[in-house]
T-cell receptor
Framework: EAGVTQSPTHLIKTRGQQATLRCSPI?????VYWYQQALGLGLQFLLW???????NRGNFPPRFSGRQFPNYSSELNVNALELEDSALYLC?????????????FGSGTRLTVV | SQQGEEDPQALSIQEGENATMNCSYK?????LQWYRQNSGRGLVHLIL?????REKHSGRLRVTLDTSKKSSSLLITASRAADTASYFC????????????FGKGTKLTVNP
């Protein structure tokens, strides 16, 4: 069974540009979660999608957005990139929403803003 | 904001020794989970303990939960160099937010 896959592995962007990160959940998982892991800040919850809808959102500005497609894959978009957006972005999926079961994480996308 | 706080922030031990990491949290939870992360890669789910459970085992892992003190501990017995990683606790809440909230992690180094 394929795990959670994220692409690209690394992404370098210039301040002010837009970044698009992609995530494919484990087959059968309907929930996708996005987390940001910046240096020294631990994992910060960004977004939760389930059945194509945004269900919950962390304390991030509106320039962080995303969507979930009918096949449950997901995309995270970050507009007007700032230097502090440099971080590891992790996607996780679960077949049971509501955080009652363990998540399966992808290997992450390392975003560097220069 | 972080819900779980791991303690210590860093731990260095010799192979074969036991490693104990602690996690404290602030609000009522539905469950508490532990994850491992190797060198800035993705997290791997280790174990989940529900709020009505006090202790759980999985291989060399032992997790305890004390809801009255809002704390949990992860014990890794007979550690190996391959256990070197960062360990995170994550809390799932009763109702409402429906997401896991992670602490900042404990960085464990097991020296051969």
């Amino acid at each position: 069974e394929a795990g959670v896959t994220q692409s690209p592995t690394h992404l370098i962007k210039t301040r002010g540009q837009q970044a698009t990160l992609r995530c494919s959940p484990i087959s059968g998982h309907t929930s996708v979660y996005w987390y940001q892991q910046a240096l020294g800040l631990g994992l910060q919850f960004l977004l939760w999608y389930d059945e194509g809808e945004e269900r919950n959102r962390g304390n991030f500005p509106p320039r962080f957005s995303g969507r979930q497609f009918p096949n449950y894959s997901s995309e995270l978009n970050v507009n007007a990139l700032e230097l502090e957006d440099s971080a590891l972005y992790l996607c996780a999926s679960s077949s049971y929403p509501r955080g009652n079961y363990g998540y399966t994480f992808g290997s992450g996308t390392r975003l560097t803003v220069v | 904001s972080q819900q779980g706080e791991e303690d210590p922030q860093a731990l260095s031990i010799q192979e074969g020794e036991n490693a104990t990491m602690n996690c404290s949290y602030k609000t009522s939870i539905n469950n508490l989970q532990w994850y491992r992360q190797n060198s800035g890669r993705g997290l791997v789910h280790l174990i989940l303990i529900r709020s009505n459970e006090r202790e759980k085992h999985s291989g060399r892992l032992r997790v305890t939960l004390d809801t009255s003190k809002k704390s949990s501990s992860l014990l890794i017995t007979a550690s190996r160099a391959a256990d070197t990683a960062s360990y995170f606790c994550a809390t799932g809440f009763q109702g409402g937010s429906e997401k896991l909230v992670f602490g900042k992690g404990t960085k464990l180094t097991v020296n051969p």
